[in-house]
């Protein structure tokens, strides 16, 4: 496999470059008369469907070193400097045996600490909270970064797994084709190995025969004939794989019967429409000549309008909201509202039975990681212009840092609404009009789990309401079938979904997002 | 009077030449670097609070001369000439007596004629409905346009009265300062009678002794030190009027004992704010370089993405849609999906049953007209900068034409949101990175009903959507008290609102809005 991804980056590189050197010389659509207009090439080469109005390269473009990057505010995530002491201890811990890293983040201090600290003192005695295993055995360990002392908390009672790294799931992705069972069961149904891509789905096991063990099950699609693999699903067979050995535990073939949908139409891609319905709109932007509003103060601390809080990217949760505060108009006074909100949890069931799909119940967060799973954002594809990034230090499997550039981008939001207005009806002979524009601040994080995309937007308003909204996008994962159209379908049969198009069931579900919300509302003392 | 409001007209004049004069020469927040920033003394007066970025002069400012509109569509409304027309048709028609026109418009053709009728076709016959009142007696006549044939309708079984007209209101307002005993009346509150602002409430007649006469009950404030005479009502004291002979019918007194609150502190406007928190935020604009992507065909035909749909100002209605119509991407066809959709009434009741408060429920549509109370909007306060905007020509008491400039503003809207997106996690080692901005597009009046201001939004989407938005803002109307404090109510006395201020009640109530909507979609068959 090693050898086939490299070529895969070849050909992606070269892909690239293709684009980029057709994007100067062949604009893909009527280039604007005005100059100080998109300098599309210079940003990426995804930008056929790309809304803007570049005049200077954006802030995204900027790279920012982290590693001498410190700590600021008693929330503020691991740094480099941090996250590699950390590793070293935690490498000394277990000796020379292998071991894996599935959390690593700041343990927070008691929220007692975080409400008395001020600004200019000394930060509270700096923690990472560390899951790792080794060995078959869950480690749930207390690292205090300054002097390496570790604390081991006794987990061994504890039922259960952590989350799957992201290095978990690139290996066991290979799992299948190193089965020779699994190859001739795809050979079988016409599809040849090199075109399969096998992804692992919601992890746990189910009943006696698979307790005790990490086990995933995989379901695997052709990228045969289309770009979007998920709508060709070589449906039925299901690959139980053990994700500590990486071994295939048991293949279920199920689906015989069952062909694989076709791939014409499939290709979702601006470049691989035709016809003239699809036309590309002329650019719309929101532009702030003199500059936003707001200030990231110690590239967490956000402050605009009347409101300041401190924004962490996660690894599980994504974004977190912390010490949310307003400043009241009167007093001047900066009044609590909300001390820390997030994601807790996304979880999305499928109500389809059969064997290929009952264990179909994802908890995205607790264990893929929401924030894991939230790619860098696209400047003006996902954030307008004049949005600030922040970029995210993660730990990966090993407990070695690495930077997820642009994973949040804070804008502020204009949709051409009024906040306040009023026009004074000719009454007394006063000519009034007067109004205030509706300005907002939204922080956003885009989670790609696979097939879905969540767009988290925590959207703060100058008349004290948060507003926290989830967009979900992205492509719907879909059950193959032999039938074509309804009247193949017995009456008594029950499809679990709606027959979308030949051979594709598009599976009943439900998204259930939680959030942990500590409000503070003028204080601790309220329900 | 006459002579006072000259005077006032005048010192209007004056001052708005002065603003205008300090506005160029001392601008009122940092001019911004860029040249193609604002030019806002070209744009008005009021400009203080505007969100916007000028280069060219906005499509507002191009008046439109509509002497000489002819109808294109069924559902025009009447042109000038057309209304200028009836207007001979219905002097004649009361030959030497007076009248008053309470609505001329157009009368809409029978559905299956407009249906059946297609662009280039001959119009169906042209005809106009009007609603007159003379010798007082109600008149609903019918006229063909064309011919000047006119069809009375028997309204003599028919109990109640046309809306007010605006010509009503501006006269009724001083009917209550022409009375010896008003002015003795205000005088004892301490308020000078050349302050004083009255307003006809809820026009209606309750009881045996008000019936059969076009009863409106005014309400006085004074405008002393405040803009906001609103906030300064002269609390208990009901002028019943007669609208047909503008004669005082009686005055309510139960109020003596409220003292009118204070004026201090009422100022909204932002040249009144002073305190470092209020701040005006750098500029924000939506920005089309290349031009929006709708065109407006025949003055009201709207063409925007596969949308297509009529739009007519309506003085009671406010804005009309009609035949909606959305294109098929698979066979290129539109797809009827609602004949005809507005506003068909607003009702706000006041839940006081006090003698100065029991009447107060508002029918604005029905009463005042929603369209008659729409004024001009304000290019970039109330209307982004690439809106285009709609003039509406209604008829006045008299049954001549008018303009009113601006009343209908149709704009696309984004608010950095995806429609759709999707990054591909790396799992096949494809790069993709796709997304389509949303876009929407919003046709826009804002009716300004004395206190309260209205922003009704049409709003289509892309994918078929069709989002009906009321805004609400403005000004609260209040209800003057004695008490300053909750402590010096009776634990057994219902204020029937809330006490927001010194000798201020906010009065419990509530805004229903009502639309008439008449669904088509793939055509009249279905419920």
Same mark, same amino acid.
């Given at each position: 496999?090693?050898?086939?991804?490299?070529?895969?980056?070849?050909?992606?590189?070269?892909?690239?470059?293709?684009v980029m050197v057709f994007t100067i010389f062949n604009f893909p659509h009527p280039l604007p008369t005005s100059s100080d207009l998109l300098e599309c090439a210079t940003n990426s080469a995804w930008?056929?469907?790309?809304?803007?109005?570049?005049?200077?390269?954006?802030a995204a473009n900027l790279r920012h070193d982290h590693t001498a990057d410190v700590p600021h505010h008693p929330l503020d995530p691991l740094t480099i400097q941090e996250i590699n002491k950390v590793h070293k201890v935690i490498k000394s811990f277990f000796d020379k045996s292998v071991y894996s890293v599935h959390s690593l983040v700041l343990e927070d201090p008691d929220k007692e600490v975080v409400l008395k600290w001020k600004k200019g003192e000394t930060l509270p005695p700096r923690k990472a909270s560390v899951i790792a295993r080794a060995a078959g055995k869950n480690y749930l360990l207390t690292v205090d970064v300054e002097s390496g002392e570790i604390v081991e908390h006794d987990t061994s009672h504890i039922s259960g797994f952590p989350l799957v790294t992201l290095e978990d799931m690139q290996k066991v992705m290979s799992a299948p084709l190193a089965s020779a069972h699994f190859n001739r069961t795809i050979v079988e149904r016409g599809v040849d190995p090199k075109d399969v891509a096998c992804l692992p789905f919601s992890p746990g096991w189910f009943g006696k025969a698979e307790d005790g063990r990490r086990i995933v099950k995989l379901e695997c699609f052709t990228t045969k004939d289309t770009t979007n693999f998920y709508m060709r699903p070589i449906?039925?067979?299901?690959?139980?794989?053990?994700?500590?050995?990486?071994?295939?535990?048991?293949?279920?073939?199920?689906?015989?019967?069952?062909?694989?949908?076709k791939g014409t139409g499939t290709d979702y891609r601006l470049s691989a429409q035709n016809g003239p319905i699809i036309k590309l709109p002329n650019p719309i932007s929101m532009e702030q000549p003199n500059g936003p509003n707001f200030v990231i103060e110690d590239d967490h601390l956000v402050k605009w309008a009347n409101w300041e809080f401190h924004v962490k990217p996660d690894p599980r949760a994504g974004v977190m909201v912390s010490r949310a505060r307003i400043r009241d108009p009167e007093t001047g006074v900066l009044r609590n509202v909300m001390y820390q909100g997030f994601a807790s949890e996304l979880f999305v069931p499928y109500m389809d039975p059969e064997e290929a799909w009952y264990f179909k119940t994802y908890m995205d967060a607790g264990e893929y990681g929401f924030g894991l799973q939230a790619l860098s954002l696209d400047p003006l594809n996902d954030c307008p212009r004049n949005a600030k990034y922040m970029d995210a230090i993660f730990a990966a499997a090993d407990g070695t840092p690495y930077v997820r550039e642009n994973m949040v981008c804070i804008f502020e939001r204009y949709a051409g609404d009024a906040a306040w207005r009023h026009t004074e009806s000719p009454i007394t002979g006063q000519m009034i009009r007067e109004a205030r524009p509706k300005i907002s601040l939204v922080v956003r994080?885009?989670?790609?789990?696979?097939?879905?995309?969540?767009?988290?937007?925590?959207?703060?308003?100058? +008349? $004290?309401?948060?507003?926290?909204?989830?967009?979900?996008?992205?492509?719907v994962i879909v059950k193959g079938t032999s039938y074509v159209n309804m009247n193949q379908v017995n009456e008594n049969e029950n499809l679990y979904g709606t027959l979308l198009s030949d051979?594709?069931?598009?599976?009943?579900h439900d998204h259930y997002i939680n959030f942990y919300l500590d409000?503070?509302? +003028? $204080?601790e003392d309220n329900s």
């Open positions: 496999m090693e050898g086939k991804n490299f070529i895969r980056c070849l050909v992606f590189i070269f892909s690239v470059v293709l930008c056929t469907a790309k809304n803007r109005i570049l005049r200077h390269p954006t449906e039925g067979i299901i690959v139980i794989t053990d994700l500590d050995t990486n071994e295939v535990v048991e293949i279920i073939d199920k689906g015989k019967h069952i062909p694989i949908p994080m885009v989670a790609s789990l696979a097939n879905y995309d969540y767009i988290v937007d925590w959207e703060f308003h100058a +008349d $004290g309401v948060i507003h926290v909204k989830v967009a979900l996008t992205g492509i051979n594709i069931i598009g599976v009943v409000m503070d509302i +003028d $204080g």
